[in-house]
């Protein structure tokens, strides 16, 4: 989307005001060089420390004591985390097509995660959701993480997250609107080829991934997008500021 020259300026004041970046990998550092428009030399390779919690077995009981409280037949089943993202003046809905691609595995529960801004279509379908299709608005994103075996996303950052996860058996993009989306807000180059499974484009071709249910092999997604998020983050962190701050 493109902003007025004003904005851009701005924006770019803004930018300029941070000394350093720290990023998960030299891929996402780029990323940031060329939206930002910085140098590289404020990159700092040391991994972002709010990943260290996926690696955390602590974090990971308690996540799943929270979602026990609020859901305990989550813990008995295949969940399937639907969480697509925001789209400016979105209005949310899950059309036939779609939500029987959803429910393409009988066995499996589908919990639909929305962007905070469309919190209230959560609210709404929580009081006439399907046995199915499950909306809990009182659960966070993070949490029902824990616990998914499959996740279903398009653009999020939330992938990044959930490829860390031991749990993560599965990761499917779903892009219906890929040609659009490349277009308004855009996309970084090359997003599509870094992706660990093919974009999947219609409901039929998503409701075969579910129902395949193959196993996602991280590795080479990993290595160019997380090289550094490996649980020890918030110890480089602290070291290299610490000893920054120690010269």
């Not at 809905?93 to 279509?121: N, T």
């Amino acid at each position: 989307m493109q902003r007025s020259k004003t904005d851009q300026r701005r924006f770019q004041r803004v930018y300029n005001q941070f000394d350093d970046y720290v990023v998960a990998s030299q891929a996402m550092g780029k990323v940031f060089e060329e939206s930002y428009r910085v140098p590289a030399k404020r990159m700092q390779l040391l991994g972002y420390p709010r990943s260290d919690r996926f690696f955390s077995e602590d974090w990971k009981q308690t996540a799943v004591r929270r979602v026990q409280r609020v859901a305990p037949d989550l813990l008995t089943h295949r969940v399937i985390l639907y969480a697509p993202t925001y789209r400016e003046n979105m209005h949310f809905e899950l059309s036939k097509d779609l939500k029987e691609a959803l429910m393409a595995d009988p066995d499996a529960v589908v919990v639909v995660k929305l962007h905070p801004v469309l919190q209230k279509y959560e609210q709404q379908f929580s009081q006439a959701s399907h046995h199915q299709i499950r909306f809990y608005p009182n659960l966070s994103t993070t949490d029902l993480l824990a616990v998914s075996e499959t996740l279903i996303t398009d653009y999020s950052s939330i992938a990044f997250d959930f490829s860390l996860l031991s749990s993560a058996h599965s990761l499917l993009f779903y892009m219906s609107d890929l040609e659009a989306y490349a277009q308004n807000p855009g996309i970084q180059p090359h997003f599509v080829k870094w992706l660990p499974t093919p974009p999947l484009k219609t409901p039929a071709e998503l409701k075969q991934a579910i129902i395949a249910d193959q196993a996602t092999d991280y590795s080479a997604f990993n290595h160019h997008w997380n090289t550094y998020n490996d649980g020890q983050a918030t110890q480089r962190v602290v070291t290299y500021y610490c000893d920054y701050l120690g010269k």
